[in-house]
């Protein structure tokens, strides 16, 4: 009968390996939280900061163009602006017609000469 009988108390207790406290387990869990947080923002940061230094870049080179074109189209309106002062000009303009024409006045002899060309031209 003795066999049926176990005590209420055992003399001899199982040892259970220790387990973190509920506190120490919300903190770790906060702390992860908080750090992947962190490198989430970091992240998206960095990537807003890559995207505006290259869209600086390609806006920088698209202005740099374009003040270069309109240098250009100045120095193109002044040349143009003189041909249009030496068109209105009589004189030119009778001289840029008759070389331009093989005109002559009256009592003018046009002589037609061959071109002169450059040694490295014969050459070729």
Not at 45 to 68: C, D, F, H, P, W
Not at 77 to 85: A, E, N, T
């Amino acid at each position: 009968m003795a066999s049926n009988i176990r005590p209420l108390r055992p003399t001899q207790t199982v040892k259970r390996p220790a387990q973190p406290s509920r506190s120490l387990r919300v903190h770790k869990r906060r702390l992860i939280t908080f750090g992947a947080a962190l490198v989430i923002i970091s992240g998206v940061g960095g990537y807003q900061l890559l995207s505006t230094n290259n869209a600086i870049k390609t806006q920088s080179t698209a202005v740099a163009s374009a003040k270069s074109d309109l240098a250009k189209a100045k120095a193109e309106k002044q040349s143009l602006k003189v041909k249009i002062d030496q068109l209105n000009n009589e004189q030119y303009l009778g001289k840029l017609v008759r070389e331009r024409y093989l005109m002559s006045k009256p009592g003018e002899v046009v002589f037609s000469l061959p071109s002169v060309q450059t040694d490295t031209q014969n050459s070729k």
